[in-house]
């Protein structure tokens, strides 16, 4: 069974910073791309960062680059997003999803397996 468990989000202050971490289990996800998505109370789940099988290749969403940061250990078979300076704009669920491909995408419609999303809200 294919699963990918969220972890690390809470309630901080404007300017902390928090790790979340998505450990994945079921499958050799070494070879999957994967990425974490958001959504915010009354808006649709965006993209806000991706990484590809080989973690050559990392992107970002605009309102994210420079603060976040994006990374995998293979060993442990899990995601992680480290944000820095965090701001009240970034509160969500965050998502962390892989794509049965080497090759990281924007759309969410290109990911296969989904976590069950950790709450991060951070305060002004």
């Known amino acids: 069974q294919v699963q990918l468990v969220e972890s690390g989000g809470g309630l901080v202050q404007a300017g902390e910073s928090l790790r979340l971490s998505c450990a994945a289990s079921?499958?050799?996800?070494?070879?999957?791309?994967m990425a974490w998505f958001r959504q915010a109370p009354g808006k649709e789940r965006e993209f806000v960062s991706s990484?590809?099988?080989?973690?050559?290749?990392?992107n970002y969403a605009d309102s994210v680059k420079g603060r976040f940061t994006i990374s995998r250990d293979y060993a442990k078979n899990t995601l992680y997003l480290q944000m820095n300076s965090l701001k009240p704009e970034d509160t969500a669920v965050y998502y962390c999803?892989?794509?049965?491909?080497?090759?990281?995408?924007?759309?969410?419609?290109?990911?296969?397996?989904w976590g069950q999303g950790t709450q991060v809200t951070v305060s002004s």
């Open positions: 079921g499958r050799t996800f070494s070879n999957d791309a």
């Open positions: 990484i590809s099988a080989n973690s050559a290749l990392k």
């Open positions: 999803a892989s794509r049965i491909s080497r090759v990281a995408k924007y759309q969410e419609s290109e990911y296969d397996y």
